[in-house]
């Protein structure tokens, strides 16, 4: 079953000047020299193929990703640049790696000796790379001596190349410089004096270029959410430049009618009409990743009325009061902007209550993606 759903009017926008302007704005702030599309997870939901394509023309010179399968996703794609997969891999696997050119990230001596086994006998090799664990505790080497021996078990296997040593931050996209600096400490620390050197290092996620780029080398950026236009520590950490928000949610209405003051809509009959009005039936649901508990938050009409979602989302429908009578198959902007009027996702995540990065994150692949200028 495909889940895609191009004949439902149920669609995410995504704005090609934006991923060019986030793109930009980071980019000098961090005096970065290369930008690491991070486009895991279906692009941060926003959606893989469309994203890779604006990345690219935005001067995206190299894609980061969760596991394997995306890296192959992003292969099929035909994207040829370089790409990380940043979480671990079952180094069994590592073939469909070296076969494409994808390079893996190893924790342990141990997977290393598997990859070079799964590889012995071949004519290929593997770029490997080496995270370092100073202090997110995720993934990665937490020794002084085990990163050494896994450093020299790459350098004596022919097949494994020594692409990358590198490291992830905790707390960079918060107020807590001295978990920033204790982790730039613990770097110099575990990579004192290595047998031998990478090909290159990269330390800098959205929040270290955007808040820390003096702390550590940020020649390459790993960049997610930034990319998206969306800072995920509204309002703790003030952005010190724009960003634009790259996604906008637009539905057409499917069904539309009169209703009179206290009619009851919706399942468990939550809400009703506060005065004679209409009410409007949008193909989108929770399970869309509209969220469930909306109700009462604020939707903008194409005419210029701004409505507002009448009861509990359903899964795969909801509804929306509006004063003025609407016709079917007009756009309805769920998050996103109408003339002089907006809804941000901060905005939506704020009305329901929920972490915006999880919101972000939650679009379902039912929503068509069509890129606009
Ligand atoms: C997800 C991820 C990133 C991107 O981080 P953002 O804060 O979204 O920019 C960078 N590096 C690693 C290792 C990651 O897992």
Same mark, same amino acid.
């Given at each position: 079953?495909?889940?895609?759903a191009?004949?439902r009017h149920a669609t995410i926008e995504?704005?090609?000047?934006?991923?060019?302007?986030?793109?930009?704005?980071?980019?000098?702030?961090?005096?970065?020299?290369?930008?690491?599309?991070?486009?895991?997870?279906?692009?941060?939901?926003?959606?893989?193929?469309?994203?890779?394509?604006?990345?690219?023309?935005?001067?995206?010179?190299?894609?980061?990703?969760?596991?394997?399968?995306?890296?192959?996703?992003?292969?099929?794609?035909?994207?040829?640049?370089?790409?990380?997969?940043?979480?671990?891999?079952?180094?069994?696997?590592?073939?469909?790696?070296?076969?494409?050119?994808?390079?893996?990230?190893?924790? =342990?001596?141990?997977? /290393?000796?598997?990859?070079?086994?799964?590889?012995?006998?071949?004519?290929?090799?593997?770029?490997?790379?080496?995270?370092? $664990?100073?202090?997110?505790?995720?993934?990665?080497?937490?020794?002084?001596?085990?990163? @050494?021996?896994?450093?020299?078990?790459?350098?004596?296997?022919?097949?494994?190349?020594?692409?990358?040593?590198?490291?992830?931050?905790?707390?960079?996209?918060?107020?807590?410089?001295?978990?920033?600096?204790?982790?730039?400490?613990?770097?110099? %620390? /575990?990579?004192?004096?290595?047998?031998?050197?990478?090909?290159?290092?990269?330390?800098?996620?959205?929040?270290?270029?955007?808040?820390?780029?003096?702390?550590?080398?940020? $020649?390459?950026? %790993?960049?997610?959410?930034?990319?998206?236009?969306?800072?995920?520590?509204?309002?703790?950490?003030?952005?010190?430049?724009?960003?634009?928000?790259?996604?906008s949610l637009k539905v057409e209405v499917v069904n539309?009618?009169?209703?009179?003051?206290?009619?009851?809509?919706?399942?468990?009959?939550?809400? %009703?009409?506060?005065?004679?009005?209409?009410?409007i039936t949008m193909p989108i649901g929770?399970?869309d990743?509209y969220?469930?508990?909306?109700?009462?938050?604020?939707v903008l009409m194409a *005419?210029?009325?701004?409505g507002?979602i009448?009861?509990?989302?359903?899964?795969d429908q909801s509804m929306a009061?509006?004063?003025?009578? @609407?016709?079917v198959g007009m756009m309805v902007t769920l998050i996103g902007? @109408?003339? *002089?009027? =907006?809804? =941000?996702?901060?905005?939506?995540? $704020?009305?329901?209550?929920?972490?915006?990065?999880?919101?972000?994150?939650?679009?379902?692949?039912r929503l068509q %993606?069509?890129?606009?200028?």
């Amino acid at each position: 079953m495909n889940y895609n759903a191009p004949h439902r009017h149920a669609t995410i926008e995504l704005s090609q000047a934006a991923v060019v302007h986030n793109l930009k704005v980071i980019k000098a702030n961090a005096h970065a020299k290369e930008i690491m599309a991070v486009l895991k997870a279906n692009a941060f939901s926003h959606g893989l193929p469309e994203m890779a394509a604006l990345s690219v023309k935005a001067g995206a010179t190299r894609f980061g990703m969760a596991m394997l399968d995306e890296a192959l996703a992003l292969r099929d794609l035909g994207y040829t640049e370089p790409i990380d997969v940043l979480g671990l891999t079952d180094p069994t696997y590592v073939r469909l790696a070296a076969e494409r050119n994808i390079t893996l990230a190893f924790s =342990t001596k141990k997977s /290393l000796l598997t990859a070079a086994k799964q590889l012995s006998g071949t004519n290929l090799s593997l770029k490997v790379s080496l995270p370092v $664990d100073t202090g997110l505790n995720r993934i990665g080497f937490k020794n002084h001596d085990d990163l @050494v021996a896994a450093i020299k078990v790459v350098s004596a296997e022919k097949t494994l190349i020594f692409q990358s040593l590198w490291t992830h931050f905790a707390t960079a996209d918060t107020p807590n410089v001295d978990y920033v600096d204790f982790q730039v400490s613990e770097w110099q %620390r /575990l990579t004192y004096n290595l047998p031998a050197k990478p090909n290159e290092t990269h330390f800098a996620n959205t929040g270290i270029a955007t808040w820390y780029p003096e702390k550590i080398n940020t $020649d390459i950026v %790993r960049l997610g959410i930034g990319l998206f236009g969306i800072n995920g520590s509204d309002p703790t950490m003030p952005m010190p430049f724009e960003l634009i928000p790259v996604l906008s949610l637009k539905v057409e209405v499917v069904n539309s009618k009169p209703i009179k003051a206290g009619e009851a809509v919706g399942y468990g009959v939550t809400f %009703r009409a506060p005065q004679d009005g209409y009410l409007i039936t949008m193909p989108i649901g929770h399970s869309d990743g509209y969220p469930f508990n909306a109700s009462g938050m604020r939707v903008l009409m194409a *005419d210029g009325q701004v409505g507002h979602i009448a009861g509990g989302v359903a899964m795969d429908q909801s509804m929306a009061f509006v004063e003025n009578p @609407v016709p079917v198959g007009m756009m309805v902007t769920l998050i996103g902007s @109408v003339g *002089d009027e =907006t809804i =941000t996702m901060e905005e939506l995540a $704020d009305y329901t209550q929920c972490n915006i990065v999880p919101l972000m994150n939650d679009f379902s692949p039912r929503l068509q %993606r069509i890129i606009v200028p």
